[in-house]
């Protein structure tokens, strides 16, 4: 196991072993995931069964049991209120879940999903054994007593994984009042929000009136024209950097972007507040607000991470049914040389802006995005997001960028993760998978050996603080 | 040769070796191809001359010849009836073809040909030389002396080559007679009929009131409107499946789908009986007809396959020359996650259907295929098909779908050949090729040994079996 | 250093340089570049000073200092005359723009760039440490010493290169001045020009009536008509050709291609004279200004290379303030198979034609270009190209290529260099990338030790020599 990821060649591995020796511990910086603040907020909190921890809140997983012909009901899933029953009734054993999972481990065999669950199992729960059917209710025993305890709460947790730094995602609108709540404790835990703006931007989301009512009601104000929209984004913007916040973020379809002269923005927001958008309205409007993002970003400094070209709940049904972010997002073919055009030109070059891209299209890694960052000093390519956070995408990543862009308009790495447990296992596949690629560069005579050492350390730590400012803030 | 395509690295080596080892003798299960089953229909059949063999109808080989200025009328292919002579006469000696091809063997290396033919050469003709220009006349006296034999009748290398099971591909008009007298004639080689549907889907191909015309008369009905078509589809599908199908087939530009009004498809319909139908009409028409392809496969059970991406016939003077089929065929980018979208939203997790889905763009195996085939139940993903079977292709397309889809939502292997003498070659690159993937996966403790073994064996046969439903079929 | 870029496997890393040590002192080819030819045409022409050959002609890295920060100014590039000033003066001192490069040399680790740089170092001008800051001045001291003596002059380094041919990149207007003087000196290098007609066929670029006119005035005829337009091309090609031109080449943003009636090009023509022309416009008349092109090469048989895909000066604030090729060209997603069918039909099977086509998007290489250059005469395949000069983009390409085209249609390598210098570096990476790439063929007994070598200077110098018909040229 520790030779785990790396090069079956002797050179290779051997230095590969030993970067990776020397980053192992470095502390975890996270600068974007979508952890709930409120496991931290309380230090009571705990983070319920086995099955919810590892099954019931991965769409990793959901979604690989699923292909298979498993229904979200017999993984515990509940349809939302309302939603016609079909077939399974919700299991609500979490025993029969875990098994269930159990039994189907093949289904994960080769994936991140479980080389991850493998190294939380062993470096988090101290289960050594596979996860199988016959041993499923003993590990079961086993994880449900550890979480019973009081090292396996989430604050025990975030210093146990040396968590320097972890960044939420928050709705624009919300109070933060977990964030106020950590703050307010005296906990040392380093935990800081994200405003995240999806829901504004997006006029043919379903739920945008509900964010923008949100949105008015935060601010206190009603919302009628572009400017009250911006006004209000900036006002909470503000509020978000008091609360320790260093970013914001935004998912979009597309990465659009262009200004639009005021009376069409209100002109377009208008018929959108009569339920009247079109498509092309929807697009004209984000490529607005995307460039009135950046704009802000130059004022206040927060670092602006775009996540681009996910088509999310691909299947209507399964939204419908159960809800969003259960494994049915679906990437789509990606443009940003064009697309950010406008953006880049007004603001691309300006050291206020910081603009972190995350591509789900491979092909724009050294097509658009590394040839982009390699320019404009405002660029920062994101690590491989979502689908790609495996060996082969990391690998595939770097091998892409790195001759394009060099190694310092990276990002660092993102754990991404919406399970707590996980993000050790995610760095430390991040951090393995980078030390066997740089451990390629120093066998072939690329880069030396102190030069791979210092790389290694950027890529585990030193990137992700720089890229995010949070080597400029008060730890 | 015994370590052919397998890493240099001892330990990733002798790990490649046992794995393959272990699969090189399983049956060869082959669902989808072109073989022509008149040659297993009659036990008297040959396969013609060496040249006929390994040239004459390989558009693999034509097409590298004829980009370095070989014309086809050199290689023995005749020019259609009609077609104004140009150039060449068409080379009747078939022993001047076969040394043409040896002299030019150079034009072969490195690409997944060159492996087949050396295979096929040693292990199929016990010919251990490479063919040469010196040795050529030779090696056809030796292929030309086998092959008049009765151990290199079809059927005798059916049964040498352990063929489990082989599905041919038919136009959905075809009476069957072959697999018919296949049937009669009491050899128990299992020989599948496949129904393919292009010629009726395209309304712009130049063959398309043919087959229209053929499938009325194969139902004995007129085709006058969308339902009669639907209906003689429906009832050649029922033929099929009574002669031992398992699947049908379909190959389209572009994978769009969208469900017409029953008007509107009859009215396109009928514009395109007049010869007006538009390229709006076509991609309409085809994206209505592959919806309800998909309905029919919900209630009879055939596993659909869709092969999408290639235009066909790039050069239309090649065509109207020669015919179709010569290796001008050139793939296009292709989109998945938008186009299929309707069709998954209805049918996409009903366990009734099994859509296999093909692509020649292999930016869609991470973008969208694996995670369409990682979250609906319905999805399976093609193996590396036509210009990707070769190692590196199959390398990428591992490397790149399982990390997202895991290994059960792959199809297996498709041979796709044409040769016949060709299959197990391309049987044994795969599982080489797959054997040596798993080692590496084995080198760097990303799966055990015995997973490895297991998945080996599944790559092999039982992914096509299982994806196919042979394994519900009486053998 | 005798090992950089071989594969750390002892066994590829054996045969690998076996391979390279037999083709590392071949004659260097150099058919496609952008060397200033006025460097060879005066006996007595120098570098100027280190930082001026090192930094401030070179926009690879320009661009990587420039994302991180560092402006145009303190590297020594003036602002265009007229252009406002903004922030920094422009660094005059030579020694404090090589000073700064020095000190960033981090921000070129991991790119080829950096191994150019130390190739150079160490082979062209003998210094063994690595550049950095502590010894900026005494590198840039030793630099300029050597580069005061003879032996450092170009034609001397062009002697000592070993380079057989270099073909430079000229407008079509140009007297080539300079190639007639180096045909008068009777100085034996074999310089030749190459007619690019880039600023012609873009009816939208700023400079297109200033090109019309320099074309028109190299003539002697004014150009009113797209007959005129071509006879003038027609003329200037017939005098490249005589002062030694192989090839014309072509920069466009999309490869469409499509002839026009003669009034259409004609009306296009006019608008744009007027000013009016339209973005359709413009895609059209490049797209039959292509074709006629290729018709031309039919004719006089100079090949004809086709770049595709640059969006050129992306940020159109750097092209007003310091003028284009600074960094700031970014890819963009392009299109062969569709765009190229009109051209391909009428001439991509005639022999007099050769067309070389080079991407930008690395996706296009085996689902469009190797399928067509697998199949047309006329089409070979540009070697990688610009982002793609690294040794992972070398590996990439020849993965992805050779496979499905074989090796006998690529067009072998081009250095592209725009610093004299760097040629024979760019050289030993391309070859020392495909000898690597070739023992890795080996080692999996995909080809024999013979075909590797062979192949390995047919990659090296032989294919290139071929493709742009200089074996058929007197030398």
Chains 1, 2, 3 share one sequence.
Not at 175 to 200: C, F, K, N, Q
Not at 311 to 332: C, K, N, Y
Request: charged share 25%; proline share 6%; net charge negative.
């Amino acid at each position: 196991m520790t030779d785990r990821y790396f090069a079956s060649d002797p050179a290779q591995r051997r230095i590969a072993r030993d970067i990776y020796r020397a980053i192992a511990a470095l502390p975890i910086v996270s600068p974007h995931g979508h952890i709930d603040p409120r496991l931290l907020a309380d230090p009571a909190a705990t983070f319920g069964s086995p099955a919810e921890l590892f099954v019931m809140r991965d769409h990793y997983v959901l979604r690989l049991l699923h292909a298979q012909g498993i229904p979200y009901e017999s993984l515990g899933i509940p349809p939302r209120q309302g939603a016609v029953r079909r077939g399974a009734e919700t299991e609500t054993d979490h025993r029969r879940v875990w098994q269930l999972f159990a039994d189907h481990q093949h289904l994960l065999r080769a994936t991140p999903t479980a080389a991850w669950l493998a190294m939380e199992l062993a470096d988090v729960f101290g289960i050594a054994e596979s996860l199988a059917s016959a041993n499923a209710q003993a590990v079961y025993d086993e994880i449900e007593a550890r979480l019973a305890t009081p090292a396996f709460r989430p604050r025990a947790l975030f210093e146990r994984f040396g968590i320097e730094t972890l960044c939420t995602t928050d709705d624009a609108a919300d109070p933060l009042e977990p964030h106020r709540a950590i703050r307010a404790s005296g906990w040392p835990g380093d935990v800081r929000p994200t405003l995240r703006a999806d829901g504004l931007v997006n006029l043919l989301d379903p739920g945008w009136r509900g964010h923008l009512e949100a949105l008015g009601a935060s601010v206190g104000r009603d919302i009628a024209s572009t400017s009250d929209l911006l006004a209000a984004v900036d006002d909470r913007r503000a509020y978000f950097k008091a609360h320790g916040a260093v970013a914001i973020d935004l998912g979009v379809e597309t990465a659009y972007t262009g200004s639009l002269e005021p009376a069409e923005a209100d002109a377009i927001l208008a018929r959108a507040l009569r339920g009247e958008a079109s498509p092309d309205d929807a697009r004209r409007f984000a490529g607005h607000l995307i460039i009135e993002l950046a704009r802000m970003s130059v004022d206040d400094g927060l670092v602006m991470q775009l996540h681009v070209g996910s088509l999310r709940d691909h299947d209507s049904a399964l939204l419908e049914r159960f809800g969003p972010d259960l494994g049915a997002d679906i990437p789509v073919a990606t443009e940003f040389t064009r697309n950010l055009r406008p953006l880049l030109e007004q603001f691309g070059n300006d050291p206020r802006l910081r603009l972190i891209l995350f591509t789900l299209d491979e092909t724009t890694y050294a097509r658009e995005l590394a040839p982009l960052a390699g320019y404009y000093h405002a660029v920062r390519i994101g690590p491989p997001w979502w689908f790609f956070d495996g060996l082969n995408g990391i690998s595939r990543y770097l091998d892409a960028v790195v001759e394009i862009a060099g190694l310092a308009n990276l990002a660092g790495f993102n754990d991404d993760a919406r399970a707590f447990c996980s993000i050790p296992a995610r760095h430390e596949l991040w951090r393995r998978a980078s030390a066997n690629w740089l451990a390629g560069l120093v066998t072939r005579a690329i880069v030396d050996e102190p030069a791979a050492f210092e790389t290694a350390a950027d890529l585990a730590a030193g990137l992700a603080r720089r890229t995010y400012r949070l080597d400029r803030e008060g730890q």
